[in-house]
């Protein structure tokens, strides 16, 4: 976590952002990988993203890759048949009260289909 705002008046909070890289591959056919994120969601239709936080407030969350394709919809990223794409989970939250327990960052679920719109529902949560 990078410290990424320094509260200076009375009610805020300092704020830290998270980033998990990781690399994700369908070896059978091109799939999508939903272009969202969520909080402690139930597995929903679109929900891209699923992560848990711990101790903290979540003020933002984004999906985004350094390796972009054509194919990509405002929806969702397009995961071509064994070729593998780098994805960057990016979260923002507020700090904890001091002396509490430190912040934890996870992802539960990667959301994935053939659709190019938000209704995929299909979620990958194996060694995540």
Known sequence: ???????TKSGEKDQGTFKI??????????????????IDGLDSPGQGIEYTIGNTET????????????KDTPYTFELEENKARTFTLTVVASAPKVGSTPISLAIN?????????DTNANYYKMGL
Not at 1 to 7: D, E, H, L, M, P
Not at 59 to 70: A, E
Request: net charge negative.
């Open 21 to 38: 890289i990781f690399e994700a591959i369908s070896f059978i056919e091109d799939l999508r990988i939903d272009n969202s994120c969520k």
């Open 59 to 70: 003020i933002s969350c984004k999906l985004s890759t350094d390796t972009p394709n054509d």
């Open 1 to 7: 976590a990078v410290k990424s705002f320094t509260a």
């Open 109 to 117: 679920s990667v959301n994935f289909g053939r659709e190019t719109d």
